[in-house]
């Protein structure tokens, strides 16, 4: 019934930076935390980082120093800069409405490439 939509992938050589959106029809933090995945190719989908309502975040410790996460209620987005970027960090990178508990509200994920 709710459904983000993540834009901003793309491909970047190493060392470089992406910032993806994770933008929602309504408020993006009324059902609770917001929270970006990611999922490399033959990997599981691991949790990046996450960001409440009042500005609370914490981060993976694979990208802890180099990704901040960050709200713009007014514009219903959640925002990931990622800098500093690794060829392990290629994934498709999805943000979930629902960080944290059982019941999802996914999008559909965007391409990160990171490659010389």
């Known amino acids: 019934q709710v459904q983000p939509v993540e834009s901003g992938g793309g491909l970047v050589q190493p060392g470089g930076s992406l910032r993806l959106s994770c933008a929602a029809s309504?408020?993006?933090?009324?059902?609770?935390?917001v929270g970006w995945y990611r999922q490399g190719p033959g990997k599981e989908r691991e949790v990046v980082a996450t960001i409440t309502s009042g500005g609370s975040t914490n981060y993976a410790d694979s990208v802890k120093g180099r990704f901040t996460i960050s709200g713009d209620n007014a514009k219903n987005t959640v925002y990931l800069q990622m800098n500093s970027l690794k060829p392990e960090d290629t994934a498709v990178y999805y943000c979930?409405?629902?960080?944290?508990?059982?019941?999802?509200?996914w999008g559909r994920g965007t391409q990160v490439t990171v490659s010389a």
């Open positions: 309504g408020s993006i933090f009324s059902l609770g935390a």
């Open positions: 979930n409405l629902r960080a944290g508990t059982p019941w999802g509200s």
